[in-house]
Structures are given as C-alpha cells and as structure tokens.
C-alpha cells in the first residue's frame, strides 16, 4: 500500500507583513469600505500595564453611572464594618494591596476621557488592539457581545481576553528570531458597533495577488448562503482585485469582509497576516498552501460553506483553540515532537494502567 504524506509547508511570515496588518496602517488606505472606527495611538504604557496586570480595578470615576462601580445600597444582610476597616486600610495604603495597582483616573486620565467622549459622541462601540479584538471575553458582559456602552465594558473585555493577550506579548512569535525583539507601538481601535449578521462574513485568503480560498467566517450552517455562492464570489473577486491589491503592501494576506444585503457594497473588517495564527476556518493551512501552489491561471478558487450535513465538524466550542494543550500545537509543527508526544503519551497510559490496576486490586482486597 502507498500513502501519500504530504510534508507541512513552510509558512514564514516578516515583521514588516505583522505590521502591515495592525488596523492603524491599513484603515487610511481602505476608510470607505470600512465601519466608521477611532484609532488611539499611542495609547499610554501605564494602559499596557493596566491590561496586563492580574485582576482588573474599575475606576470610581464619579462622572460616570456605571453598571460595574455604582454603590451597592447598604442592607442588613451586606453591611458588615469588617468590609468598611478593610477599604480603610487599603486606600491608606498600609497593607499595600491596592497600591500596586494601575487606576486609570491616576495613571491615564487623558486616555479614560478620551474613551468616555467618544461612546458619548458615537454611541456604541466594540474595542480591538493592533490586530485582534476580545471574541473570547464576551463572557465577561451580561450582553455576551462584545458591544460597549461604557467604558468600563472596554476595560473588562480587553482585560479579560487571551486574544489580546497574544497580541502584548506574542505579535511576533512567528517571525525569524532576529525580527522577534521589540515591542510593537500599541493602539486602540474604538469600531462604532453595528448589528453584523455573521452568516455573511466571509474570509478570504490571497496568495501572491490570487484568491486561493474563501471561507464562511461563522461556522453555522445557513441555508441560503449556496444559492448565493456566484454573488458573493463576484463581488468579492472585484474587491480584491480593485480595491486592496493595489494599495496593500503585501501580496499576501488573509481578508475578513462583511457583505450584507442588498449585496452591492463589500465591507472590510479586517486585514490579517498570511501566517499559521490566522485561523483558516473551514480550511487547512497544508490545504490552502497545496491549492494556493496549484491552481493554474483559468482555475477558480473554492468558497467554502458549512453544509447541512457536516455541521456536526465544526460544532466545537468557539475559540476552543485557546484550550489546545501547547506539546499538541507544538507537534503538529514538527514531526520530531510527534514522536516525542507519542512516546510521553504511550508512557502516561501505562503508568494510567498500572494505577488502575494497583487501585482496583486495593478495592477488591
Ligand atoms: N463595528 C462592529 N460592530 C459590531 N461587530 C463588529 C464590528 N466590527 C467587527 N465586529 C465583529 O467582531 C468580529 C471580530 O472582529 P475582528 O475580525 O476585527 O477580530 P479579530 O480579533 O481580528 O478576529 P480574528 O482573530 O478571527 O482575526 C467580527 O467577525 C464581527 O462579527
Ligand atoms: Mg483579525
């Protein structure tokens, strides 16, 4: 019998093509096309530490009703004095608790203004860094979205996302190790918030100018996305080809776009690097990097859709790739580290085994 082992392709990606991608450098290039948003750059380094810091405190900014920090009316059952010493002490200072803590009305007033002015002048808003929005944290709000209606919902989803996280300290990971040092000069986008129907988010992947595949981005299945395959493609191959390969610097990229109804205008989300930690959906990078290398010039590219009968697939929790062990990540990147998790993995079953079997030979005496 002959197998076909296909090798993992390489997939490197610059410095210089992350960066291309923050929402700052391509936004002025593509304004038009893309939700009304606001850019704050730089934004303070004590706001860096203010995201990074473990646990997060609310300002007591008293010019805001918030939802988060509005006193808790006093009752028998929460007045307790206890809690009354406690805060004493705290503010003083004297156990150096609260101390450590970044408060944004102390440490980045300017910012926190900056931010209340513009949900009172736009309403609504939904925050990302340079490169990614907090999708994992929506948890964090009673509206499970990520809508903000103040300011202290920005803080709580930055605050609480790995998403965001990765892009503190982890931006670069996949270049060279020369490219690796450095961090970058951080921003916060402020998108004025609009009710997206996520059935029509595609993602769409240019390789060397040329679509090589586009995916649905919600992966639910909708079932009349197909009939309307030969529209989407349309428009979105004039998009590509007229709009954002002439301007964007890289001739490889991975574009979100949002196309609602009537189906005459396309909206550009977001740009994201042609590189691993972009999640192709419905795709495989192995996959894309095969086609991407073989379409011949006449070929047309896939639009790939959840289909009524594999929609059991996809049905994994979302953003469940932040729960992937690292050794499994790791491994699928090198068949060395395979083999090396296999063999931990054939040992830790044994030792499981031989536990098993001393604890049920331990009941049974
Ligand atoms: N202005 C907006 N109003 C409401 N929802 C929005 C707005 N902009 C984006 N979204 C929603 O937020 C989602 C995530 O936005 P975006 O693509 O910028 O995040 P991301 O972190 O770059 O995602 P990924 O990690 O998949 O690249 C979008 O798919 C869209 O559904
Ligand atoms: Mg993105």
Redesign the pocket.
């Known amino acids: 019998m002959t197998v076909d082992y296909v090798p993992l392709s390489d997939l490197t990606v610059s410095r210089s093509h992350i960066e291309n991608c923050a929402f700052s450098n391509w936004y002025s290039l593509f304004k038009q096309y893309t ?1 009304k948003s606001k850019i704050l750059k730089p934004v303070p380094q004590s706001f860096i530490e203010y995201l990074e810091q473990d646990g997060i405190k609310l300002p007591k900014d008293e010019t805001v009703r918030s939802f988060y920090t509005s006193g808790i009316a006093a009752n028998e059952d929460n007045e307790y004095s206890d809690w009354e010493d406690d805060e004493a002490e705290n503010s003083s200072g004297v156990r150096g608790v609260q101390l450590d803590h970044v408060d944004p009305l102390r440490d980045f007033p300017d910012l926190h203004n900056e931010l209340k002015s513009i949900i009172n002048d736009i309403g609504p808003v ?1 925050p ?1 860094l340079n ?3 907090p ?1 994992d944290a929506t948890w964090i709000l009673p509206n499970n979205t ?1 809508k903000c209606i103040e300011v202290n919902e920005i803080y709580l989803l930055l605050n609480a996302s790995n ?1 965001i996280m990765h892009d503190l300290q982890h931006a670069f990971d996949e270049c060279g190790q020369q490219e690796q040092g450095g961090r970058p000069q951080y921003e916060l986008i402020l ?4 009710n ?1 129907n ?1 059935a029509m ?1 595609f993602r769409v992947f240019v390789k060397d100018q040329r679509i090589i595949g586009v995916t649905q ?1 919600d992966i639910n299945y909708y079932d009349y996305l197909d009939a309307l395959s030969e529209t989407f493609k349309d428009l979105i191959d004039e998009f590509v080809d007229e709009v954002v390969t002439p301007k964007f610097p890289d001739s490889s990229f991975v574009l ?1 776009v949002y196309i609602p109804r009537p189906f005459q205008k396309v909206y550009l ?2 740009i ?1 690097p042609f590189a691993r930690k ?2 192709t959906l419905l795709f495989s990078w192995n996959e894309l990097l095969t086609v991407g290398g073989s379409l011949s010039n006449i070929q047309d590219y896939e639009l790939r859709l959840v289909k009524e009968n594999n929609t059991a697939r996809f049905a994994s929790k979302e953003h469940s790739e932040n729960h992937v062990p690292k050794d499994i990540v790791d491994a699928s990147l090198d068949p060395n580290a395979i083999r090396d998790l296999a063999q931990k993995w054939k040992e830790l079953l044994s030792q499981q085994q031989a536990e098993d079997s001393s604890s049920g030979s331990e009941e049974e005496a």
């Open positions: 939700p939904t990302k490169w990614s929005a999708k990520m998403y998108r004025e918030w609009f997206i996520p988010e981005r979100d989300i977001d994201n972009t999640d």
